[in-house]
């Protein structure tokens, strides 16, 4: 409940406040995740911001990590805080359809690598979350049986931008403070702008596509959709590292987070290349 009439987001540091204080639990959160994707699936319209989920993988995750937190050996920043991923990257046991009827037709056994370095983290993966089908469109308007319109929580017959739809409405409608989407020409980026969250295209390479279906190898970059600049550049600096499987990121350096709060801009450089945008 805000006095204000601006958007009002939960981040990463509120729910990290609440699980040290102990005025909430991982696993309490969890339970108020499931009862809230439940009341989604039956609203009118249903948001569909996530296509797949499963409560008990929800709480085995959820627990796993209440338990870190009762010990004191929590694994991360993420540690506890709810995320989903674009249906584009591989998520045991979901399916790996892409937006499509046709493709993911048993469910996964291995992670996409996102996936798996978010579990390290010990993130809760709460679902996959709805996509353009394939990637190939800017509206996320993919009205298949399995996947169906997503909703902006704003306005639900307003479109939520594309193509990483479902990423940016669960963000944006409060189910989690982090999702994963992946973005070529905007795809990240456009259902940031229309759902009112923060989105990332990072650098090409920097965090590995391991895992997801290359739609355009040398375009697509994975990128965090957040509340807040702050949580996205946390996402990026634990996510974007060498993969061995994923050989266009291997040369690069690890993220840091040092002096990213200071606001001297002094001796910092944009570069931009002229001859291109003639």
């Known amino acids: 409940n805000s006095a204000s009439n601006g958007f009002s987001f939960k981040g990463i540091k509120d729910y990290l406040d609440c699980y040290w204080s102990g005025k909430l639990t991982p696993s309490q959160v969890a339970k108020n995740i499931i009862a809230v994707l439940e009341d989604c699936d039956k609203s009118m319209p249903p948001l569909r911001a996530i296509v797949q989920w499963d409560q008990e993988q929800i709480m085995l995750m959820a627990e796993a990590s209440t338990a870190r937190y009762r ?61 353009h089908e394939l990637g190939t469109g800017t509206t996320g308007c993919n009205p298949n049986r399995y996947h169906k319109i997503p909703r902006n929580p ?23 403070p982090v999702a994963i989407g992946t973005d070529g020409g905007g795809s990240v980026r456009i259902p940031a702008s229309f759902c009112g969250v923060v989105g990332l295209k990072g650098t090409f390479g920097r965090i590995s596509c391991h895992g997801s279906l290359p739609l355009s190898y040398s375009t697509v970059s994975v990128g965090p959709l957040c509340t807040s600049v702050t949580d996205a550049a946390i996402v990026y600096s634990i996510l974007a590292e060498p993969d061995p499987l994923y050989p266009y990121g291997l040369k690069q350096p690890k993220a840091t987070l040092s002096d990213m709060c200071v606001p001297d801009l002094k001796g910092l450089k944009l570069g931009v290349d002229w001859t291109f945008f003639k």
């Open 71 to 131: 010990n004191k050996c929590t694994l991360s920043y993420l540690d506890g805080i709810p995320v989903c991923l674009k249906e584009e990257f591989k998520v045991v046991p979901y399916h790996h359809r892409v937006g499509t009827v046709y493709l993911g037709t048993e469910p996964e056994t291995e992670d996409a690598t996102v996936a798996k370095k978010l579990r390290e983290a010990g993130a809760i993966i709460i679902g996959v979350s709805n996509m």
């Open 154 to 176: 704003y306005k639900p017959n307003h479109f939520t931008g594309g193509s990483s739809s479902g990423s940016a409405a669960a963000v944006a409608a409060g189910l989690c």
